[in-house]
């Protein structure tokens, strides 16, 4: 039985970037929404057992007939999981320490590293996820369409944006690149170096 993780602020805590009424919808409702139907899905299976992590990195488990909507619905989970804790407010606004010399050494500057970051949460045709990822002792960017998530691919995620439209709709409406620029005021970076 999977609960949906409990926001660990309130829900106008990333104001004035992304709006109590978007995290109301997000968190209360979508999020809500991906846990309730994982259950259902999961329920008397041998990933009915599991934490969130390990059904990720177990899909091969899921009954066939139901494989695509768990890993819709457990990516739907695990990946809001990482966006809400990555935004906790507080905490460093850049990278430092190993992380810092990670993404100097991938991207040149972190300056460099967010427009690639940008680019890729742009250039993300239709619902998806930007992620930096550890791959490795390296880190990269890529980016996911729907709920896949990097895990299942043997890469540990690191930061994750959802450019899913629920996610910025209500508060840029069709500026996505607009959301994805804004996105940097409201990273908690001692959270990104704690899962690198
Ligand atoms: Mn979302």
Request: glycine fraction near 6%; charge should be negative; aromatic fraction near 12%.
């Amino acid at each position: 039985m999977i609960e949906l993780m409990k926001l660990p602020y309130e829900h106008d805590a990333l104001e004035p970037v992304i709006s109590k009424n978007t995290v109301e919808f997000h968190h209360d409702k979508h999020h809500q929404n991906y846990v309730d139907t994982l259950n259902k899905l999961i329920e008397g299976t041998e990933l009915a057992s599991l934490t969130i992590e390990e059904i990720i990195k177990n899909l091969d488990k899921a009954p066939a007939d139901k494989k695509q909507a768990i890993i819709n619905n457990a990516g739907g989970v695990y990946n809001h999981n990482l966006y809400w804790e990555e935004l906790i407010p507080g905490g460093a606004s850049e990278p430092t320490g190993a992380l810092k010399e990670a993404i100097d050494k991938a991207f040149g500057s972190f300056e460099k590293f967010k427009e690639e970051f940008e680019a890729a949460g742009k250039g993300r045709f239709g619902s998806g996820w930007a992620w930096l990822v550890k791959d490795g002792d390296e880190v990269k960017i890529v980016s996911t369409a729907n709920q896949d998530s990097p895990l299942s691919e043997g890469l540990i995620p690191l930061l994750a944006n959802d450019v899913w439209e629920h996610a910025y709709y209500l508060d840029y409406q069709n500026a996505r690149a607009k959301y994805l620029s804004e996105f940097w005021k409201i990273v908690n970076w001692d959270k990104v170096a704690e899962r690198f």
